[in-house]
C-alpha cells in the first residue's frame, strides 16, 4: 500500500530555510599593524610595528609586506605614522652614525620565552663592542647553549635594535647572519669602522676575556 505524507501545513522546505546568523564574536578579528621603510646603500629596511611598539625590522628589499601574508598571519596593513615614525627616525640617525642608544618599545610578543631572554641579553651589548656566541649564551643565562642561542639569534625579528650583527665566533671570525653578510659588515663598519672579514689578532671582548 502506497503512503503519502502531506507536508505539514506551513512547513518550508530546507533549502529555502534561512540560515542562522553567526553569532558575534565567532570572526577572529585581523590585527592592525603598520608598515614604513627607510633607504640605505644595501636596498630598504621595511619597518613593522603595531600599537605596542616596533614589531619587525627586514633588512631586505623583498621584505615589502603583502597582502597574502598579511592575510595568513591575520594582520590588517593600516597607515599609522605615530606607530612607524619612531623606528623609522631612528634607523635613518643609526644609519648615519648618529645615534647608539636605539631605545625604543618593542613588541616581540611572538617569541618564546628562551628567546627573549637572548634577544634581552644582545640589547644588552654595547654599541661598538662584540661578544662570542657562547659569551652571549652565559649573558642570558644558558652558558653552553651556543647553538640555541644562534638559533635564536636567526629568529631575531628586529635586527639592529637587537644587535645581533654584534655577536661573532670564538675564533673571532665574523660568524653569520640571517639578513646576509653584506648586511652584517654594513652595520659593524658604521659601528667600528673599516671592518675585515676576520681578525688575526685576538681582541678584547666586552667581558675582558
Known amino acids: 500500500m502506497n503512503v503519502s505524507?502531506?507536508?505539514?501545513?506551513?512547513?518550508?522546505?530546507?533549502?529555502?530555510?534561512?540560515?542562522?546568523?553567526r553569532k558575534e564574536g565567532t570572526r577572529r578579528e585581523r590585527e592592525?599593524?603598520?608598515?614604513?621603510?627607510?633607504?640605505?646603500?644595501?636596498?630598504?629596511?621595511?619597518?613593522?610595528?603595531?600599537?605596542?611598539?616596533?614589531?619587525?625590522?627586514?633588512?631586505?628589499?623583498?621584505?615589502?609586506?603583502t597582502r597574502p601574508e598579511m592575510d595568513a598571519r591575520g594582520w590588517k596593513l593600516v597607515r599609522k605614522k605615530k606607530w612607524t615614525d619612531p623606528a623609522r627616525r631612528m634607523l635613518e640617525r643609526y644609519l648615519?652614525?648618529?645615534?647608539?642608544?636605539l631605545e625604543i618599545a618593542l613588541d616581540l610578543s611572538g617569541g618564546t620565552p628562551f628567546q627573549r631572554r637572548v634577544w634581552d641579553a644582545a640589547r644588552r651589548i654595547p654599541y661598538?663592542?662584540?661578544?662570542?656566541?657562547?659569551?652571549?649564551a652565559t649573558m642570558a643565562g644558558g652558558a653552553g647553549a651556543s647553538r640555541a642561542?644562534?638559533?635564536?639569534?636567526?629568529?631575531n625579528?628586529?635586527?639592529?635594535?637587537?644587535?645581533c650583527h654584534r655577536i661573532i665566533h670564538a675564533d673571532q671570525s665574523i660568524g653569520g647572519f640571517?639578513?646576509?653578510?653584506?648586511?652584517?659588515?654594513?652595520?659593524?663598519?658604521?659601528?667600528?669602522?673599516q671592518l675585515e672579514l676576520t681578525w688575526t689578532k685576538p681582541r678584547r671582548s666586552l667581558f675582558g676575556r
Open 157 to 163: 625579528p628586529v635586527p639592529i635594535v637587537v644587535p
Open 32 to 65: 592592525p599593524v603598520a608598515a614604513a621603510n627607510v633607504k640605505t646603500p644595501l636596498g630598504k629596511i621595511w619597518i613593522l610595528a603595531t600599537e605596542s611598539g616596533l614589531r619587525e625590522i627586514r633588512l631586505a628589499d623583498e621584505g615589502r609586506p
Open 128 to 136: 661598538g663592542a662584540v661578544v662570542s656566541y657562547a659569551e652571549l
Open 149 to 155: 642561542v644562534g638559533n635564536a639569534l636567526g629568529a
Open 96 to 101: 648615519e652614525g648618529r645615534e647608539r642608544r
Open 5 to 21: 505524507i502531506k507536508p505539514t501545513r506551513g512547513a518550508m522546505p530546507r533549502s529555502a530555510r534561512p540560515r542562522p546568523r
Open 178 to 193: 640571517s639578513s646576509g653578510l653584506r648586511w652584517k659588515r654594513h652595520l659593524l663598519t658604521i659601528e667600528r669602522g
